[in-house]
Structures are given as C-alpha cells and as structure tokens.
C-alpha cells in the first residue's frame, strides 16, 4: 500500500477543517465566510478519501461519497452567492456583523 | 444492470416519493414555459392533491412487511410510513396556509414557491426512508437548499434576504459538521449502509477505536441538531424564522423539524444502541445520553425563558418551537419501550396546535400588516371563533388537558419514569420550564380576551388559512380527548422495531 | 352520571345561540336551570341506604385507561354543594349583571367551570380528575378577568392562573408517580395498594406533589396570595368558585387520597401544620382588611386552614368535623359574599370605612348578614350551625391518637393552642364586618349612591342559604346520618357514627369556645387601638412581594439574556456551538480515558505528498488572512487543485477530476459574484475577540487532532474487502467502477442528487432574475 499513514491525512484534513472554522468564526465579509465553509467541506472530502484507501476497511464508497459532497457543495456555494447577491442589492452590505436587522 | 432486474424491483413502495417528484418536475417545467402573466394560484391546489394522493397511497401500505430495495439504499420500515405521514401531513397544511399568504403578499415567484415546497418535502420523505449515509445526505441537502431558498422568495425584503443568508451560512456550517461527524462513520466501519456500521461498530473491541466512536456520535448530533434547533445549534431559529415568510416559518418549525427528528432517531438508533459502552453492561447510546440530556435540558431552558421577553409574534413562537423541540428529545434520551409511540404522538400533536396557531397568526399577521403581540388585543371582541379556536391552539401548546398537546406530554413524562434508568431530573426540568412557558402563552390569552381592540373591523376568513385551522382544531380536540385512536392505530399497523430488523 | 356532567359543557355551546335569540331576556334565566337540574337529579342519591356507584366509559384502551365515574358520599356532598350553590349563584346573578354586560360569555366560562368541578369530584381516573382540575383554575382564570377593563382584573386573572397551574403540574406529577408504581390509573385502585406507594423510596416526593396541588388550588399558606386578588370577580363568581366550590377542590383531593396518606406521619405533620398556620395567618389578615371582599376573601383562606387541618389529623371525629364544616362553611360564606354584593351593588362602595348604619336602610340584608356572621364566628346559639362545627373541631384538637412520638407529639400539644387563637381571630373579624357594615354611625355623603334595600330576587339565594344555616343548625341529625355519615365514610374507611348535639356538657371544647368568646368581644371592642398593631406585619415581607419579585426577576432575566446571548451576531452563535462542541467531547474523552497515544506504526510520507499537504495548508491560512477577495477565492483554488491531486495520488482519478472541475466552476462563479460587489474593507478587530476566535479554533483542532492520533493507535489497518472491485462488473456491467456505482447502485441517490442540482438551478435563476426586471424598469 501507500506509505503515508493514515492520521497523517486526517491530520491534514484537521487542519483545513480548523482553518475554515476560523474563518466562518471571525470573518465580516459574507464571501469569505462562505469559502471558509467550502475548505470545512474539503476537509471532510480528504477523510472520506482517505479512509476509502487507507480505513479499517477500505471500500470504494467513500470515494462515491465525495463525489456527492463535493456536487452538492458546489450547488450550495452557489444558491448562497445568489442570496448574497439579493441582499446586497436590498441592504447593499456583505458584511456579516451587519446583519442585525432582526433582534430580540 | 438490465431492464429485467430494473423491474423487478418493488417500485410501488416508492409510491409516494414518485408522485411527489412527478408533481414537483410537472409544476417547474409548467412554471416554465407558461407565460408569466398566467396566475398561478392552482398550483397550490394541485400540489396540495398531489400530496394528499401520496399521503393516500403511503397509508395503504401501512402495515406492510419491512422492504428493501436498491441495494439497501431505500428502506420502507413502520417508522418511515408513519414519520412521512406526519411529513406529508404538516406539508398539506403549510400549503393550504400557503395559498392564502400568497393571495396577499409580495412574492413574485409563485409557481416556484410550490415546487421548492414539493423538492423540500421529497428530501424529508427521502430522509424518513433511508438506510444509507449518502441517501440521507443527498436528502438532507434537498430539504436544506430548498429552504435556504424558500426563506428568502421575499427577494425585495432585506429581512427576509438575511434570513436567507443566515440560513445557508449556519446551515451550510451544520453540513460540514454533519458531514465530518459521518465521514467518521464511514472510517470507522468501511461501508455509508446503516446495518453494515451499526454491525462493524459493535464488532470493534471495547477500546479500539473507541475515541472516534464517540467523537463520531457528539459531531453527528451536534449537526443534526441544526435541523431541530435544540442547543447547541439552535440560535438561528429566532431571526430566520422572524425573516421567513409565515408558511416558510411553519414549514422549518414543523415540517423541517420532523425530517431532523427522523434522521436523528434513524442515524443514531441504527448505529449506537448496539456498541459497548463505558460501563461493560451499557450501551454506548446510553452512555452518552447524559450529554443528550443536558442539551434537552437546556433547550427547553433556553426556549421558554427566551420567549418571556418577545414582543415580536413570529419571534416568540420561534422559541417556543425550540422548547417543544427539547422537549421532544425527553423521550430520545429516555430510549423506553415508548419512545417511538411518543415522539410519533407528540409530533402529531405539534403538527396540529403549532400549524393552527401559526394559520391564526397568518389572519392576524396580515390583518394588522405587523407581527407584534398588540395585534392580538380585543380579538375576542373582533372574531369570537378566531379566539376560541387560537385559544385552544395555545391550550395544547402550554400542555392543557383535554387537548393534543396534554396528551403528548403525558406520554413522554410516562415513558421517562418507566424508562430504565428514570429520568426524572429531565422531567422536572420539564414540568418546570412548562409552568414558565404558561406566562407566554396565557399573556397571548390575556391579550386576546382581556385588552381593548384597537380597530373594530371584521376578521376576512381566508379559505386555505380556514380550512388547516378546522383540520387543526379538530385534530387538537379529538386527539386530546379520544388519544386511544391514534394510538390504537399506531399499534395495529406499526411494529417500530422493525427498525432494527433487515439490515 | 356523565351526562350530568356533560350537561353543563353542552349547554355552554348553546349560551351565545341563546343570548343572541333573547337578548331581552337575561341568559341567566336559562342558565339556572341546568345546575337545578343537576341538583335534583342528584340528591335522589340522598338517603340512608346509600351505596357507591361506579361507572366505567371505555377511553384509551391501549394505556389501559378508561373514564371512570364514582360516586361516593364524598362526591355526593360536593355535588350537591356545586350544583345547588351554583343554582342559587346563577339565579343571584341576573340581579347582580345588567342585561349591558357580555352574558353570553359570562355564563359560558360559568357552565364551563360548573362541569369541570362535577367532573373533578366524580372522575376516579386520575387524568380525567387533572383534565377536570385545569380546566377549573383556566375558568377561574376566564372569570377573574371578566370586567377585563381594570388592571387589578388582569392582574389577578394571572396571577392566580399561574399559581393554580402550577400546583396542577406538580399534582400531575404525582398522579403519573402513583400511576407508575401502581400501575393503575383509577383512584381506588391505588387506594387498595396503598402499601406499594407508602413503602416507596419516591414516597416524601409523590406527597410533596401531591400537596403543592391541594395547598395552591386550596389557598393554604403561603400560596394563599391568589385569592385575594382574584376577588377582582364579579361577586357571584367570587361566592361560587371562590368560596363554595373551587377553593374546596383541594380540600377534596386530600379527602381523596386520605384513606391512602393518612397514617404516614409526614401527611399529619404537613397538612395539619399548614392548615393551622393558614388558619391562624387567614384570620389575622382578614382583620386588617378594609375592603368587605377582602375580609372574605382571608377569612376564607383561614376557614378553609381549619377544614385542611382537621383533614390532616385523620381521627374519626376530625373528617366528621371538617365534612361537616365544608358544608356550613358554604352556607355561611356564600351569603356573606352575596351580602357584600348587594351592599356594594345598593352603595357603590366596598370599603367599610366608608360603610356603616346600613341597618336602617337594608334591613333584611342586614338580618342575613347578622345570622351569617354570627355563624361564621361560631357564636354558641342553638340555631347557628358554625358553631356545631367549630366545637366538634375544638374536640377534634384535643383528642388524637394515643402513643404519638417526635414531632408529632409536640405538634399534637400546641394544635389547640393555635386552633384557639385562629378562632379569636375569626370572632374579630366576622363581628368586624358586621358591625362595621350595618351598624355604627352612618355617613350617607361618603357613598357613591344612596342606598336602598335591595330587590327581591336579589335577597331569595342569600335567604335561601341563611335558612340553611338555621335548619341545620337547629336538626343537625336531619343531614347527619343520610348525608354527612356517608361522605364521612368515604374518607376513612369504616363507619364514622357520630351524633351532633348543641349541649355536651361543660367540657373542655365548651371552655375554648367561650375562651375565644370572650377573647374575642374584648379585642373586637378595642379594635381601633390594634390597628397600628395589624399594621405592622407582614410589611414588606409579605408573600405578594416575593410573587411580584419573582415574575419580575423572570422577566428581566430573560432580557438580559436575550441582550446578551441572542444578539443576532452570526459569529457569537458559531463560538458558541463550536465552545459547545469542545467542551463535551473534551469532557467524554477525558472521563473515559479514550486518548491513547503511540508513535508506532508510522511510516515515513513520500516528499510529493507532504508537499501538497503544506502547499494546502499555506494556502489556506493565506485565504482566510489576505484582504483581497479575488487573492482569497484564487488561493481557495489552490486548495482545492492541491486536492485534486491527492485524489489521483489515492488512484482516484474520477474523483479527481471532478474536483478539478468543480472547482474551476467555483472559483469562476465567485470572481462572477465579486463583479457586482465592493470591495473588501479593511477592518479593525479587537485583540481579544480575536484571540478568543483563534484560541476555540485551535481548541477545535487539538481535540480532533488527539481524537485522530488516538484512533490510529488504537487499531490496526488490515486487509482490503474491494466488494465492489470484484462485482461492479459482473451486477453492473460496466469497467469502471465509480460509474457503475453512479449509475447502478447509487441510482436513487443520483436521481436525487440531480433534483439539488435542479432546484439550485431553478432558484438561482429566480433570484438573479429579480435583477434583470430591474434593470428593465431603470
């Protein structure tokens, strides 16, 4: 099999999980938050790949799962550019902490 | 694969499923290509038939042996038939809701509004019939883009924009934990088939792989907790649901929040119960529910007294649906004989007084043209009928005898105290919580029948509002007073555990 | 017997038809009719020979519960009490409304009230009696709000909702108790297993349920703050539901449940002990009120301290009393408030300073009230029957049972002491009012109308129940053996013979009496010199306050709350689900002991892949740190490129390329949406938000990161199981395999999933659209 271990991978996909965490977590801009949801996903692609190769039971699944993420994250990212689009022709903001039309 | 083998599978146990796709893919090309000048009003009754006559054909195979098909994907089980009847159900009225909203209101799109509908419950029914990860995912991602959209129709209302784009962002956050929580699943057993990692999960020694078993479980919940907004995924609920129009609000609160219930009891009732716990004779399932617990109680906490202090309708029936979602995780972590019969009922219940409430709320909403609480003053003086039937609405919800909602909550303190163990901390924190939740639905009262209108004019009974706050009273009343036919229909033609069985 | 309980319900679906059809006509003649003819249906049960009945109406079979009706003499009292007293209220009431008020929905919350309270005495299912018992207090609550207009009314309404509510829960939470050890639902059933309940561990709490239900609906100290308030009622209500009935129900759960609790010595020492405290803090209340209504109102909290108490001392001679004085007490109290209706009604004012020298101008009220209250003040003449009762409680308080130990020794010795003074207490008051109202100089330019006796019909029902007082005061045995025996019998099994008599002989009781007699003229006369006395307690410490304090404590909480936690900022909820997510899995992990830790077993990475891995991660710390959004999205594509080929590393080309193409689809969409947006502000942070960010994202990573490296030293990686390599040919037909599964075994889910696709499609479309109409307006 391969040589690289499989927590090394896990590892790395902790890594971007975290760095999307932060972004979603700290970012104003609307856009960026949105990509940092995106690398969250991608993270999650690497897991599922690598415990499809390298898992207590490798099976091929996994790799079928990633195809349906990846799409259906694709689809999301898309719908929610075009919401961000609506509301920044209604409130002409992207930024996050902006959006407190709705309190209490 | 050939044609042969193609058909020889059941089809007709994805009845329903069919007709709703049918419905949905017929009303988007006809929304299509029919001019944009044609009032599309029928669409709201077709799509309504066309969920009564799936809700039609999935009671026909009520009490039908568990099946199978497309290698393991699809599973039609005693708790699939009846979860998706509630699905089904809460949908009919949210629709009929609908096409009085949509007679007065801003929404350009509205062949759209009814197949987004149509998708979103497709994705629900999906979930209820699963028995694999990737289906599950696939139709959670339905429901959930189909909501996101569904909130922000109103496209020239900056509420209802950011309710949308709060929706996607916390939503689309919960679908990455979600997702890392089942990749974890999928690691730990090498196959996404319910059976196949509840059998290699409980084939892993005690201490192998034990960390990532449980880590696995508090990520997968915390995500599908978004879908039922309890704690701690549950603060999105006030704003989208204050942005969202009425029948989207009711949809998400009952509808949206059926599906989170069924994935939750499917994903983690297939996988856990069977894997070894801390303790040599506890399941895992049980070991962790102390934390389930927490979370239930907070919930319902959180919910009823956050609701204390609302001014804004739409907003005090959010926390209050976040409540009575704690409260419907009692029977979850009390994991008794009744659990299912509970939840079944309780949700029904919820189907009926939170629907009717909310139809109420749409005449009174749309009357007054604001959704603050002073809208409801003297409107025993306006529409006595209006008021009986809000009155008895808000009775279920706080938990009255003689209604749906009493006899829900009865069950679900029943099946805590005979649960083994007795989980009587939750049903204190339970009867506490719902004396406190009694000040915010008797103030909605005291309004009501106690304050001075501030117009006299007549209430307009809207046809769809009218028709789902009859269904909801009748159903509130009968189930509160006669709860033994339902019941017995539940145990003549489910026999839950079903569930475990097959795989 | 369930139509007679169901009559009352049916008939309020017809009130408005009613008012509406005759709206010359007070509905209030119709409504008399239907508890009159409760009433004669049921006192044909009256009689020597009287047995229980029992009915059984099948409910939910499946819980094994059904609606059971029994009809005992306890029942059998209340039922008479709640449908004759409800027949003379009702006929009261069409003097006391004016045909100007909604009587429709007056008598539709009256009827209401009246079937709940006939269902609660008659229901042996334990949820039929809690279905019965909420739907009293919710009347209750309909009624106190009736002259809706008036703050107090609102107020009241609620608050005495919210306590009897509350009590009703924690009574529920009893009964489903009881029903779980017992494993029935029927009253008698748990009765006859008794033991199983009082041999419970759970024991002290199911009584403690059980009892905050009782005391809260019964007024006892210290849930008695409601009454008061809810004296905001219309006087008819407040004689009915908040003298006579009501406030009995109660009364009658503890005489329900006596056969099973008596014995235990926490049910002596609780109910006793808070019906004597109730008894002596009700009387000395009611003397410092001003307001006619109020008096009542405490002195009823007080009388029914007295009948509670004698509840808990469980001898046979103590049931007999308090039976007995359920009885009297609805005679004379019932007047008494009707009396102080027809005086506020003929006045205009209910406040007794201003009162006085009413004799003179409503003599036949004034004779009714001077009976009444001389009863209620247990005046040793021959016709009061207040007296009888107040004697044979006395007694009751001085013989108990022999050999008692402990605590309740001690609270066996000083019941009669209190018991005495309660009783003063009572005497001031009841010659207080009086006196007050009738008597003493009076000062017509105070009152807001100039009085005159009232009409007939207004006086038949107080008459009716004044004779009552005299007719059993002067043949107590004409009710003893047919009527009282028998409800006696029911809340102690066994036969309670009792006989009732004017003279015993100079006994102790007979020395109390007098005591309190004589007691009490002397304080009566020299009231006016305690008044800055009564003014002193309870103060600021009153019970109102903490009510008021803890609505309000609620209330603000929740706000603060709501400021604080719920406010609208996407970024805060996410920490906080994040902080959530640490904490517990940290705290699973860290009790089970599930991070283990081993180096073994790791084998060196290839350069290539540790190249990408930094590439990856470089660049993403690049997207989420760069202010410049197309840098942001450009470098987001690095990630996902440096993916793509990881996946041809993992030999999964499909895979790989489809990542490759998704995400040049990504990237291209969001530079598109950049097109039509600003550009990015430089923002200023604080230090500390930002380093609490950074500190739960690096939270998050740590515990996933052990949780990994545990899970990979905990186990070994073994064998490959390719089903799908060795099948997809043979079930799918195809070679490659990813297709195959696409296509044959993931069918549905494809079909699914291009529905997402779809329905994204649609709805993008239908928001971009929006913009194109707009730019064809503009």
Redesign the interface.
Known sequence: MTSVPLNAYLMLALILFCIGLFGALTKRNTVIVLISIELMLNAVNINLVAFSKLGMHPSITGQVFTLFTITVAAAEAAVALAILMALFRNRSTVQIDEMDGMKH | ??IGTLLSYPWEIMMPEFII?IA?TGL?LTDLFLPSRVNRRIFGWISAAAVLAALISLLTQAGSEPAQI??N??RLDSFSISFKALLLFGTLLVLLISTSYLARSDVE?QG?WY??FL?AL??AM?MASSA????L???L??L???S??LT?IR?????S??????Y??????A???T??G???L???????NLGDISR?ISA?SA??????T??AF??TF?GLSFKLAT???H??A??IY??SPLPVMAFLSVVSKTAGFIILFRVMLSIFPTVQG?QPDESLYQS?MI?VSIAAGLTMI?GN????????IK?LFAYSSIAHAGYLLVPFVAFSQMMFESTWFYLLAYVFMNLGALAVLHIIISENQSAHISGFAGL?QRS?VLTVCMTIFL?SLAG???TAG?MGK?HI??GA??ADPSRYVL??VM?VT???S??YY??IM?HM????PKRYTKITWPIGATLTIALCVAGTLLLGI???AA??FL?EYFWFNDMFTLN | MLTSVLLPFIAALFIPLISKWKEKVHTGIFVTLIPLAVFIYFIQFIGAGFEPVTREYSWIPSMNMNILFHLDGLSLLFLLLISGIGTLVAFYSIYYLHTSEQLGQFYVFFLLFMGSMLGVVLSDNVYVLYTFWEFTSLSSFLLIGFWNHRERSRYGALKSMLITVFGGLSLLGGLIFMQVITGTASIQGMIEQQELILNHEYFPMILTFLLLGAFTKSAQFPFHIWLPDAMEAPTPVSAYLHSATMVKAGLFLIARFSPMLTGSEWFFLFVSGFGIITLCWGSYMAVRQTDLKAILAFSTISQLGMIMAMLGFGTDMAIFAAVFHILNHATFKGSLFMVAGIVDHETGTRDIRNLGGLMTFLPITATLAVIASFSMAGVPLPFLNGFYSKELFFDASIHFNEGAQGAVAIMQSILPYLAVIGSIFTFVYSMYFFFGTFRGESNMDKLPKKPHEAPIGMLVAPAVLVLGVIVIGLFPELINQPFISHAADSIKAGDIDKSISFWHGIKLPLIMSLAVLAFGTILALSRPKWQGVYRILPGKLSLNSFYDGTVKRTETYSTAITNGYMNGSLARYVRLIIGAIIIVTFSIMAITGSFTISNEDLSALTAPEIFIALTMVIAAVGTIITNNRIAAILILGVVGYGLAILFVLYRAPDLALTQLIIETVTVALFLLAFYHMPQLEKKTETKRKKSLNLTIAIGFGALMSMIGISAHSSKAFDSISDYFLKTSHSLGGGDNVVNVILVDMRGLDTVLEITVLGIAAFAIYGLVRLRRHKDEEG
């Open positions: 694969m050939d796709l949905a988007s497309l290698h994907t699809y799109e759209e197949y987004l998708a497709l994705g999906m694999d990860l990737i289906t995912f696939v139709g991602e339905l959930a883009i189909a996101y959209i922000g496209k020239k209302s900056a509420e924009n950011e309710a949308a784009m709060k996607a962002i916390n939503g689309g956050i679908t990455a934990v997702l890392f089942f990749s974890y999928y690691g730990l057993s090498g196959s996404t290699e892993l201490d192998h792989g034990h960390a990532l449980v880590a508090i990520i915390v704690v701690p995924f603060m999105w006030p704003d204050q942005g801390f962790v934390f959180i007294i956050l609701a204390l202090r609302q001014n804004n907003r025993y006595p009775l009255i005898p003689g009493f009865l303190f029943i105290l005979f049903v204190s009867l719902t004396v406190v009694y000040i008797f103030s005291l029948y106690m304050r001075p006669f709860p033994g019941l017995q145990q």
